[in-house]
């Protein structure tokens, strides 16, 4: 619930290759099957996967120098390439890009998941805002017109955010002035209700159209895809008593396990900028996630902060002059209002302050902690997960066809999760159909009468797969000099 902070997201599996070439072939033994061989068809599997992809990523990495933000400009001039041509290659590289990311089970994040991830606190407590002058509008915005996506963000014309994966981080402090902003915004709150001002507020919210999120935070995705359900623990939702006001908490947040951000900063008139950033970072909070957006405009303090210090200066002015005004005005009195008022005020800005310094810390975290890489170094990942991933769909789809014999779509791609939740403790949506169409294109497995799938045998298999580029080059590493 968002009152619990319960957090709805998807769980995809990234099993680490090593591991599974390990475990898989293990499990041959208990079936009676030869384990050497079994890693052997795992060897020509990634060899001959890698080297079907070999040319779509070469063609992604040639695009990509030309819009590199360090080289880029340089390479485009030396090119003399017509506006329309250059467009053209914006447009392939897009393309390559997006297709990459949805290999790697990469999403958009939509404005329905921005908000749900936004609807709390974490670490970072000032409005981060990104500064639309300084980001090109016009790459993405005649991408999406050329190519329509379903749920564009409404930031989409600037830039892209794509998340993948869940994850938990936990902060245990004794967060003190965090507990004062929750004492006192529960105090404002209470004011509000009293004066009954909050329904102004409340009339403002029922204005704006919201989709149905059926009281949850949970992020709609397909129907299929299981859901994992990760527990927002955050001050706002404490009972803060004397005893732990002043002890150590501890609060936590689903992390998204990866993100990657897209854009283009923006250019001068005569001269545009032709670079395309692509940042990859990792275990970003939810609610922190603001410290990937780009060129991010320096916070201030907010338009609340404002208020209550006018509303503070003004209760505070309207109490002295009152109490001067009294036929026998107390000094006392005179320095409690004046002590209190400037005590609020000093709070405000002592906790902006403080705000201003976690913010720079996650930021300065983030540069060299959270983020993994960009430009070349990303791509080349993402093209690396693309292969494991595929290898390790048609290794596991393989595993099952020969311990089972034979079998029907449906009855592989639930055999397939099983075998995932049983050896790696994991659930995902195995994508069978994609596992099956790489088997078939290998020739290790074909359709009987009524449609089931059958494996050849494990042998044959490696047989007809041949011999690879990869396994000629060892065998004459391994043979003597002549």
Not at 31 to 50: A, G, M, P
Not at 94 to 117: G, H, P, R, W
Not at 138 to 156: G, M
Not at 243 to 262: C, W, Y
Request: proline share 4%; charged share 30%.
């Amino acid at each position: 619930m968002l009152q619990n902070g319960l957090v709805g997201v998807i769980s995809v599996t990234w099993i680490a290759p090593i591991s599974l070439i390990i475990r898989v072939p293990n499990l041959c033994a208990e079936h009676e099957v030869d384990r050497n061989e079994f890693l052997k068809l795992c060897k020509k599997v990634e060899y001959t996967i890698r080297a079907w992809y070999l040319l779509q990523f070469e063609d992604l990495m040639q695009l990509y120098s030309l819009f590199d933000p360090v080289t880029g400009g340089k390479r485009l001039e030396q090119q003399s390439l017509t506006p329309e041509e250059i467009e053209t290659l914006e447009f392939n590289f897009m393309t390559y890009l997006f297709q990459v990311m949805e290999k790697s089970n990469f999403k958009l994040l939509s404005d329905e998941e921005y908000d749900i991830a936004q609807s709390g606190k974490y670490l970072l407590n000032l409005p981060i805002k990104v500064d639309e002058s300084k980001l090109d509008k016009k790459l993405l915005t005649k991408y999406f017109k050329e190519h329509p996506h379903e749920n564009l963000p409404e930031f989409a014309d600037k830039y892209v955010i794509f998340r993948r994966g869940i994850g938990i981080d936990r902060t245990t402090d004794y967060f003190f002035m965090e507990k004062v902003d929750v004492i006192i915004s529960r105090a404002w709150r209470s004011l509000l209700r009293f004066t009954r001002i909050d329904r102004l507020f409340s009339k403002k919210q029922h204005l704006k159209p919201k989709k149905d999120t059926k009281k949850t935070d949970e992020i709609n995705e397909y129907e299929e895809e299981p859901q994992l359900f990760v527990e927002r623990i955050r001050l706002e939702k404490i009972e803060l008593s004397m005893k732990n006001l002043m002890s150590k908490m501890t609060i936590q947040e689903p992390t998204f396990d990866r993100m990657i951000v897209v854009y283009r900063r923006a250019g001068m008139k005569t001269k545009p900028d032709p670079g395309i950033f692509v940042k990859h970072f990792k275990d970003i909070p939810m609610a922190d996630m603001e410290i990937v957006l780009p060129e991010k405009k320096n916070p201030t303090l907010t338009p609340m902060d404002w208020v209550k210090f006018l509303i503070s200066a003004v209760i505070g002015l309207v109490t002295l002059v009152g109490s001067l005004e009294m036929p026998k005005a107390d000094v006392w009195v005179v320095i409690a209002i004046l002590s209190g008022v400037i005590g609020y005020c000093a709070k405000i800005y002592f906790t902006f302050q403080q705000n201003m310094t976690i913010y720079q810390n996650l930021i300065t975290k983030s540069m060299y902690d959270k983020q993994l890489d960009s430009g070349k170094g990303t791509l080349l990942h993402l093209c690396d997960d693309v292969i494991q991933q595929e290898v390790k769909e048609v290794i596991i789809c393989y595993y099952i066809l020969m311990e089972q014999g034979k079998a029907t779509r449906q009855d592989l791609d639930l055999r397939c999760e099983e075998l995932i939740k049983e050896e790696f403790g994991a659930e995902c949506n195995f994508d069978v159909h994609d596992a099956i169409k790489k088997l078939e294109k290998l020739s290790i497995v074909h359709r009987d009468s009524i449609g089931r799938i059958v494996c050849v045998p494990l042998k044959r298999a490696n047989e007809i797969i041949g011999t690879t580029t990869e396994e000629l080059v060892m065998r004459a590493q391994q043979s003597p000099a002549s």
